[in-house]
């Protein structure tokens, strides 16, 4: 009886250490496939972390690119106002100054006519022609910058409208990114 008690004991510990060895088995290949998974999953979280960072950074050099663009459209929008009104002011002065001709002819006819008759002396008629010669010279500047000032101002629209283009550019690109 002492004998089947010890081998039933004996099998009884046979079979635990069978068993605790394939749980082990078991388990080791279940730790196994938790640390993959758990390699896995952190490579790419990493990965992700990563794929951020370079987004993160295109998207603040956009922004950068975008504020440095407007700037300059802030700055050339300026140029191209300065330009228009410095165009229109020469235009008007042109304006004026064809429309002060005929008045002007018509005061040194009439002090000529005076100085023939010897009423007055000939500076005023000097001082009227000199006025008359000023004027031609004023309008004849002013002829040749209107068309300096509209090619200045063309080229100025250009160079605006192409930094209009890059700032779309720049918003298409932000939102390329950010989809």
């Given at each position: 009886?002492?004998?089947?008690?010890?081998?039933?004991?004996?099998?009884?510990?046979?079979?635990?250490?069978?068993?605790?060895?394939?749980?082990?088995?078991?388990?080791?290949?279940?730790?196994?496939?938790?640390?993959?998974?758990?390699?896995?999953?952190?490579?790419?979280?990493?990965?992700?972390?990563?794929?951020?960072?370079?987004?993160?950074?295109r998207m603040s050099i956009n922004i950068y690119r975008a504020q440095m663009v407007v700037e300059r459209l802030r700055v050339q929008q300026e140029q191209v106002l300065r330009l228009t009104l410095e165009q229109n002011k020469v235009n008007t002065e042109i304006s004026e100054l064809r429309s002060a001709r005929p008045g002007l002819k018509e005061q040194i006819e009439a002090?000529?006519?005076?100085?023939?008759?010897?009423?007055?002396?000939?500076?005023?008629?000097?001082?009227?022609?000199?006025?008359?010669?000023?004027?031609?010279?004023?309008?004849?500047?002013?002829?040749?910058?209107?068309?300096?000032?509209?090619?200045?101002?063309?080229?100025?629209?250009?160079?605006?409208?192409?930094?209009?283009?890059?700032?779309?550019?720049?918003?298409?690109?932000?939102?390329?990114?950010?989809?």
């Amino acid at each position: 009886m002492k004998r089947l008690i010890v081998c039933t004991v004996a099998g009884l510990i046979t079979i635990c250490i069978l068993g605790s060895q394939q749980s082990y088995a078991q388990s080791d290949a279940a730790a196994k496939r938790a640390r993959l998974t758990q390699d896995q999953i952190m490579k790419e979280l990493l990965n992700e972390v990563q794929q951020l960072r370079l987004e993160l950074r295109r998207m603040s050099i956009n922004i950068y690119r975008a504020q440095m663009v407007v700037e300059r459209l802030r700055v050339q929008q300026e140029q191209v106002l300065r330009l228009t009104l410095e165009q229109n002011k020469v235009n008007t002065e042109i304006s004026e100054l064809r429309s002060a001709r005929p008045g002007l002819k018509e005061q040194i006819e009439a002090l000529e006519k005076k100085w023939e008759t010897g009423l007055i002396p000939d500076t005023e008629i000097k001082a009227a022609k000199a006025a008359m010669e000023r004027l031609n010279n004023r309008e004849q500047s002013l002829v040749e910058r209107e068309p300096q000032l509209a090619a200045e101002l063309n080229a100025e629209r250009g160079n605006l409208e192409a930094l209009k283009a890059r700032l779309d550019e720049i918003e298409r690109e932000i939102l390329t990114i950010g989809k």
